[in-house]
T-cell receptor, first 114, second 114 residues
Framework: QQQVKQSPQSLIVQKGGISIINCAYE??????FPWYQQFPGKGPALLIA?????SEKKEGRFTISFNKSAKQFSLHIMDSQPGDSATYFC?????????????FGQGTTLQVKP | DSGVTQTPKHLITATGQRVTLRCSPR?????VYWYQQSLDQGLQFLIQ???????AKGNILERFSAQQFPDLHSELNLSSLELGDSALYFC?????????????FGPGTRLLVL
C-alpha cells in the first residue's frame, strides 16, 4: 500500500520557469510533510517542510502548498535554475508519535534546461 | 556535508553472504534511521533506534538486523544476501524541535550482490 503518491515521475522545465511536483497522502494521522532533494551520488537533504496548520510555506524560491481537506501538497520551484536539477521526494510523518519515520513518495526527477 | 558518516561507501559481495553497514550520527543526535533505496521500491524506512533502543520498525526483512551502540553509532547487518538486496542503504540522524524534525542523511552505502 503506497501511502504517499507523487507525480510526475519526471519533469523537464526551461530555466526561469516554474516546476510543480504534487503529492497525495492517505493517512490523516500524518502531521509533518517535508520535501527532500537528492543529487546523484548523494543522500537526500531536507529542502522545506510544512505542518498541516498552515496552507502555504515559502523559503526563497521554494514554496509548499498544502490542502488538508484534499490530503494533497505540492512543491513549487520558482525561477527554476539548472542547479535545481535533482530528484525530489515528498514525504510524510507523524511527529506527534514517538517516531519520525518518513514515508516517501516515489520521487520526481527534475531537469532544468538552460 | 550532513555530518553523518557511513562506511563502506561501496560493497560488492555474493549471494548467501553477510555484510555489516556502519553509520555514525551527527554529534548530539540520539536517533538513527535506516532506509533502503532501490529503483523499484524507492526510499523505504527500515528501522529506527533512539539512544540505543529500537523505536520503530518498517518493512525490514527478518534476515536484516540493526543495533545502536552506547557511543550512538549504528550498524545494519544483512545476512543470507539475495540479488534483490542490491540497493543503496542510507542512515539518517535527526534533530527535533518544536515544529519539525530534520533528518540528516549520510552519503549511503551502495550494496551490490552478485
Amino acid at each position: 500500500q503506497q501511502q504517499v503518491k507523487q507525480s510526475p515521475q519526471s519533469l523537464i522545465v526551461q530555466k526561469g520557469g516554474i516546476s510543480i511536483i504534487n503529492c497525495a497522502y492517505e493517512n490523516t494521522a500524518f502531521d509533518y510533510f517535508p520535501w527532500y532533494q537528492q543529487f546523484p551520488g548523494k543522500g537526500p537533504a531536507l529542502l522545506i517542510a510544512i505542518r498541516p496548520d498552515v496552507s502555504e510555506k515559502k523559503e526563497g524560491r521554494f514554496t509548499i502548498s498544502f490542502n488538508k481537506s484534499a490530503k494533497q501538497f505540492s512543491l513549487h520551484i520558482m525561477d527554476s535554475q539548472p542547479g535545481d536539477s535533482a530528484t525530489y521526494f515528498c514525504a510524510a510523518s507523524k511527529l506527534s508519535g514517538n517516531t519520525g519515520k518518513l514515508i516517501f513518495g516515489q520521487g520526481t526527477t527534475l531537469q532544468v534546461k538552460p | 556535508d550532513s555530518g553523518v558518516t557511513q562506511t563502506p561507501k561501496h560493497l560488492i559481495t555474493a549471494t548467501g553472504q553477510r555484510v555489516t553497514l556502519r553509520c555514525s550520527p551527527r554529534s548530539g543526535d540520539l536517533s538513527v534511521y535506516w532506509y533502503q533505496q532501490s529503483l523499484d521500491q524507492g526510499l523505504q524506512f527500515l528501522i529506527q533506534y533512539y539512544n540505543g533502543e529500537e523505536r520503530a520498525k518498517g518493512n525490514i526483512l527478518e534476515r536484516f538486523s540493526a543495533q545502536q551502540f552506547p557511543d550512538l553509532h549504528s550498524e545494519l547487518n544483512l545476512s543470507s544476501l539475495e540479488l534483490g538486496d542490491s540497493a543503496l542503504y542510507f542512515c539518517a540522524s535527526s534533530f527535533r524541535d518544536r515544529s519539525q524534525e530534520t533528518q540528516y542523511f549520510g552519503p549511503g552505502t551502495r550494496l551490490l550482490v552478485l
